[in-house]
């Protein structure tokens, strides 16, 4: 298991072998993924790069990785982990396969040289990865079911660039930090979402979560190998319930394996809080003390008032978890300024503006967590499958045409720049999109009105909404070197919730109470069946005061890129009316979208963003 970094060219027209130069630019912008171990594989046509943290097996486990097999050579490069990897080594070790050691890149490595493209269908795991066959001078490469692991690539004068992150393409001198209309538009209408596959700068795509892809002479083939499917669900309410139990507890079970200090995020909600009871229970058998992390900001209860979508403060139940998990807690407290300096830093984690202060909080948060882990487990993507968010539940926005995070499209849209709002009409910009994931939407001929929507809801949400959710996981943590793990990801529990009727995730018409009601055993009541709280974002005034000076501070510089495709009076007028407009979904109102403002013009100065 290696959180890493990979990067790669694959070039049929140039001698790679003296473009050293190049690929040591390319690795060196990602060494905060991987700053344990750096390796190299160059032939003529073929340049595989990676960076390693070192989480399993941390001497057999160095990559690029070439395997013999049949007088044939394989080489890889793979960001990821496999949580099936015992059962997939002893399948491989009875079809004759040796192993030089326990890591799960040489599994993955035979496994494509066992069953080739269909590989995939076997793994568990997060992942994306790439290999060579020196024989068929082929590149193959995959990127895992859900999404979690990022694959981004360019084609280029003939050749194929790949890397994790979008600065590791930039690196390279045929990737030009270009920005065309569409990226205009997906900043300003999409931010900070992205259309699924679609990497903003000019040319620049990513391979989708459960997707794989071929790369030879004749060019770039891709093929969707996993999508969520609906199927007849037969199991009672009570067999539902235990399945449900046994996939969660496995799930987090499987993702407790590690070489190296290992942690759970603890916010003093549901999702969070099973994972740490687990992870408690699974410690204690082994007689270790579950080190959990939370954050908190500066005066938040001060200044917290409750809404209908942050109902109560972590501030309360966190202490009272801890106390009932027996556990060592560290808890973060992050000031304002803190807050908004970290804003550029999240901007160069993920290489985008993001979701603003919610993204600038969980960079300077994984900092501290890096001094005592290297490995957390957290709860993203349970919301998305057991049904969690409040347009899952509210039926008015449910049956609202559009993404339900994003029913401000006028309003966004009256932030383009004159040129770029001309001939846009941006409410059919985004249907258009909207339209397309409904499409492709797999559905029962028996379902009713209502399970067909729930099926859409959902695939809109893990295509869309997740897909967010898991780069800003990504990308901050691993700014900082830290593994972060997401169970709820597991593709079995996607799989089989898929199918679950609709009445019976919203069991006891409370939000994800199938899955409260499957998890009773394992958290306090009152942690149990609270009311879902999002990730907790700042209420202090202080906040909002230090942000719109920065604002002013951009529109006072006549050179500022931001207003090359932002309106000036729009942004006036966001400083001077707090309509609490929603940007993005419940956590993103008129703080967060000032400072998602102030991200997009650092972004575009410090990546030299061209308009084309």
Known sequence: MDMCSIAGVIDFANDLRDQGAVFAAMQRTMTS?????????????????????????????????????????????????????????????????????????????????????????????????????TEKRRLFMARDRMGVKP??????????????????????????????????????????????????FKGVEELRPGWRGWFDRDGLRL??????????????????????????????????????????????????GLICSIANLYMKERGRTLHTFSVDYRDHLKYFHETKFQPTSDTVYIPKLVDWLGCESHMTVLDTLELADGLYEAVDARDLPGMSDVDSSLVQFCKHIKKHVTVALSGECADEIFGGYPWYRDEKIRMAEGFPWAQSIQYRAGFLA?????????????????????????????????????????????????????????????????????????????????????????????EKGLLREAMKDYLPGEILWRKKSPYPKTHNPAYMAEVSKRLRRVLADKDAPLLTIVRRDALEALLHDDKAQPWYGQLMTTPQTIAYMLQVNYWMKKYNVRLV
Not at 63 to 88: A, F, H, S
Not at 167 to 192: M, N, Q, S
Not at 426 to 438: F, I, Q
């Open 33 to 133: 993924r991987g700053p344990d171990q750096h390796g190299t594989y160059v032939t003529e046509c073929a340049a595989l790069l990676h960076n390693r943290l070192c989480v399993i097996d941390i001497e057999n486990g160095r990559q690029p990785m070439t395997v013999g097999r049949d007088g044939r050579l394989y080489t890889i490069v793979y960001n990821g982990e496999l949580y099936n990897t015992d059962e997939i080594r002893a399948e491989l070790a009875a079809l004759g396969h040796d192993f030089a050691g326990h890591s799960d890149t040489e599994v993955v490595l035979k496994s494509f040289i066992q069953w080739g493209e269909d590989c995939v269908d076997r793994f568990n795991g997060i992942y994306a990865f790439a290999v060579w066959d």
């Open 151 to 200: 694959f981004f690539y360019a084609l280029r004068n003939g050749a194929f660039i790949f890397a994790s992150e979008l600065k590791g393409l930039l690196a390279h001198p045929a990737v030009e930090p270009e920005l065309d209309r569409e990226g205009v538009l997906e900043v300003v209408l999409t931010g900070p979402g992205r259309t699924p596959g679609y990497g903003v």
């Open 223 to 272: 093929d969707r190998y996993w999508m969520l499917r609906a199927r007849e669900h037969t199991d009672d309410l009570a067999t539902t319930i235990d399945t449900v139990r046994y996939l969660v507890c496995d799930a987090i079970e499987r993702q407790l394996v590690s070489d190296v200090p290992i942690g759970t995020f603890l916010s003093g909600g549901l999702d969070s």
């Open 418 to 510: 004159p040129e770029y709002a001309q001939g846009t009409d941006g409410h059919e910009y985004l249907m258009e999109k909207y339209r397309m994931t409904l499409a492709d939407t797999d559905t029962l001929d028996t379902d009713s009105p209502v399970e067909k929507r729930m099926r859409e809801m959902m695939r809109l949400n893990t295509d869309w909404f997740m897909q967010t959710l898991l780069d800003r996981k990504d990308r901050m943590s691993m700014y900082s070197a830290l593994e972060v793990r997401v169970p709820f990801c597991d593709h079995r529990i996607a799989e089989y919730l898929y199918s679950v009727p609709w009445e019976w995730k919203d069991y006891r018409h409370y």
